[in-house]
């Protein structure tokens, strides 16, 4: 099934905001009100430049978005913790401890917003996604883009309040 979907992008200020600038495509095309400018302020940014997937993910549990991401690479998992429930979390933590990676200054802040993302709801599917956008039985609507290895899929939910 191929879908064309009216998703507008605004030029991104600079060589850094391309993660922030994407997401708030994402969130134009659901009538969400918040300006580019500050999505970018909002978004953590790496000391290097750039932001981390997970970063964007956090913003848009944030807002009230449900978010899930789809892994294909085995650096940071595994994917037989993917065969049954598991705490992702402690797997996650171990894994960084073994591979010396809570040590390294960049770790740190990605490991903190993977608890914060699991910590808000964010959902963690092992495998390569399909190109494709759906409505779940709720009529939510998920988009899953292909290609990459992490995939982050939004999708609109009731806010509180």
Same mark, same amino acid.
């Given at each position: 099934?191929?879908?064309?979907?009216?998703?507008?992008?605004? +030029?991104?200020?600079? &060589? !850094?905001?391309? #993660?922030?600038?994407?997401?708030? =495509?994402? &969130?134009?095309?659901?009538?969400?009100?918040?300006?580019? %400018?500050?999505?970018?302020?909002? !978004?953590?940014?790496?000391?290097? #430049?750039?932001?981390?997937?997970?970063?964007?993910?956090? %913003?848009?549990?944030? +807002?009230?978005?449900?978010?899930?991401?789809?892994?294909?690479?085995?650096? %940071?998992?595994?994917? !037989?913790?993917? =065969?049954?429930?598991?705490?992702?979390?402690?797997?996650?933590?171990? /894994?960084?401890?073994?591979? =010396?990676?809570?040590?390294?200054?960049?770790?740190?802040?990605?490991?903190?917003?993977?608890?914060?993302?699991?910590?808000?709801?964010?959902?963690?599917?092992?495998?390569?996604?399909?190109?494709?956008?759906? +409505?779940? =039985?709720?009529?939510? +609507?998920?988009?899953?883009?292909?290609?990459?290895?992490? %995939?982050?899929?939004?999708?609109? /939910?009731? /806010?509180?309040?």
């Amino acid at each position: 099934m191929n879908a064309d979907l009216n998703v507008l992008i605004e +030029r991104q200020p600079d &060589y !850094t905001t391309c #993660g922030p600038t994407a997401l708030h =495509a994402i &969130y134009r095309y659901y009538d969400d009100p918040i300006d580019l %400018h500050t999505v970018i302020a909002e !978004t953590p940014k790496l000391p290097t #430049g750039g932001t981390l997937g997970v970063h964007l993910s956090v %913003h848009a549990l944030q +807002r009230g978005y449900e978010v899930t991401t789809w892994l294909c690479s085995v650096r %940071h998992m595994d994917p !037989t913790w993917f =065969a049954q429930p598991t705490d992702l979390l402690a797997k996650l933590k171990a /894994r960084a401890a073994a591979k =010396a990676f809570d040590t390294d200054p960049r770790y740190g802040p990605a490991m903190e917003a993977v608890e914060r993302y699991l910590e808000l709801g964010g959902k963690v599917i092992w495998g390569r996604s399909v190109a494709s956008i759906d +409505r779940d =039985a709720d009529g939510k +609507r998920h988009a899953a883009p292909d290609g990459n290895e992490r %995939h982050v899929s939004l999708s609109m /939910r009731a /806010r509180d309040g």
